[in-house]
């Protein structure tokens, strides 16, 4: 059996470090971990995951915006994700479906349900078994994205706080496999909240 664990929150949330001290916990106790970003994680995905983060790129409509991340995301479920539970005990993602619910359903306000069906045939009905929401006001994050943000980490606080919006309202409709964890606390404390709600999952 393998499990699918995504990590999600607003940018600065730590769910990258979170991540990987994960990965490497698992692997220390032997485990097979795979572990792939959104956007991104094939060739194809990392050229999307450019045009995506480009400033330059300031005027793109929300839809091209979302149908951009879907795209990318239905290479990885097909190349990266589906193959990888098939070979390894785990699937680690940082961010997936979710974060174009909460980002461009929720904070670009094309609404939740608009973009879950673009992504639809992006995923295919896979979900992950567990989800890693680390919550914390946009103004306690310290960015350190701030001094050079990408495109959508300069759109600010404000947007931010419509992501985290729409990331609650996620926890709420897929309370199965959402575990909801305080990003501000240390992340030492932070990992083995997660190691300990992984295993319990494995038994
Ligand atoms: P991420 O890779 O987490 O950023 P970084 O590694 O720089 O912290 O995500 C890049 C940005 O893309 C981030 O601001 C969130 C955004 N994003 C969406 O708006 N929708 C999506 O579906 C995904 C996957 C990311």
Redesign the pocket.
């Known amino acids: 059996m393998s499990l699918f664990i995504s990590f999600e929150g ?3 949330c730590g ?2 470090t979170q991540m990987i001290m994960l990965k490497n916990k698992l692997e220390a106790l032997g485990y097979k971990v795979l572990t792939t ?4 994680g094939t060739p194809v995905g990392e050229k999307i ?1 450019y045009i ?2 480009d400033k330059e790129n300031a005027g793109m409509e929300a839809l091209t ?2 149908y951009l ?2 795209a ?2 239905a290479l990885t479920v097909r190349q990266v994700i589906e193959p990888g539970l098939a070979g390894y005990d785990f699937v680690l993602a ?11 359903g929720q ?2 306000g094309l609404g939740i349900d608009t973009v879950y069906n673009i ?1 639809a045939p992006a995923i295919g009905g896979l979900f992950p078994d567990i989800t890693f929401l680390l919550d914390a006001p946009a103004s306690k994050l310290a960015c ?2 701030e001094a050079a943000p ?4 300069g ?1 600010g606080r404000a947007f931010q706080e419509r ?1 985290r919006e729409g990331y609650s309202i996620l926890a709420r409709r897929y309370t199965g496999r959402y575990v909801i964890l305080d990003a501000l606390k240390g992340k030492q404390r932070l990992n083995e909240e997660i190691v300990h709600e992984v295993l319990k999952r494995m038994r």
């Not at 940082?94 to 461009?104: F, G, M, N, T």
């Not at 990408?150 to 980490?153: L, N, V």
């Open positions: 607003i940018d600065g769910k990258s970003r959104e956007p991104g995951r995506l983060l915006e979302a991340y879907a990318s995301r940082d961010r997936y479906v979710d974060s174009s619910l909460a980002y461009q904070a670009r992504n350190r994205s990408d495109r959508i980490e759109e992501a």
